[in-house]
């Protein structure tokens, strides 16, 4: 079993949240503050237990979350759903994915977008809505769309960890 330390779970978020973009070492540590033999440290610590990959490009060792492994998996789905907590109440029961940032952004598969828009709107009032189908939503993830990527790297996953972890798998 492995434990994660505070830099090991910023990592983890961090390459979750810019997932179409690709780091070294050196610009992970930099973006978070952290210290190169930090990052090293931890990189090397989470590639070992199977949670990272690394992928020699040229002279640069680029890293990303091993979708395939299904403990790297859960890990990063327990991550990203530490980063905010939000009183969903029901519409939980109408949604698949939420996620937050100045925009609020709904991954649902249901046609009454007027009720999830005024649930959504009474929870967020000061926030721009988009509401998309799931396939739209694994399309844009796919595709890198650059609002998804935005809202993302920027946001809190508010609900619907798993769908982003599922959809994330396939994008490299």
Same mark, same amino acid.
């Given at each position: 079993m492995i434990s994660i330390s &505070?830099?090991?779970g910023t990592i983890i978020d961090f390459i979750i949240k810019n997932y179409s973009k690709r780091y070294t070492i050196r610009e992970i540590a930099l973006n978070l503050k952290i210290s190169p033999a930090g990052a090293h440290k931890s990189l090397k610590k989470l590639g070992q237990a199977g949670i990272v990959k690394s992928e020699k490009l040229g002279t640069g060792l680029f890293y990303d979350i091993d979708y395939n492994n299904r403990a790297a998996r859960h890990l990063a789905c327990f991550i990203i759903s530490q980063t905010k907590d939000y009183s969903l109440g029901e519409l939980k029961e *109408? @949604?698949?994915a939420v996620i937050v940032n100045k925009h @609020? *952004? @709904?991954v649902s598969d249901t046609h009454d977008h007027s009720k999830i828009r005024a &649930? @959504?709107?009474n929870l967020f009032k000061d926030k721009e809505i988009m509401i998309m189908t799931e396939e739209e939503f694994r399309s844009g993830v796919m595709r890198a &769309? $650059? $609002?998804i990527t935005d809202? *993302?790297?920027s946001g809190s996953v508010a609900y619907g960890e798993e769908l982003l972890i599922k959809s994330l798998r396939g994008f490299r």
């Open positions: &505070d830099n090991e *109408l @949604v698949k @609020v *952004l @709904v &649930d @959504v709107f &769309d $650059k $609002k809202i *993302l790297g």
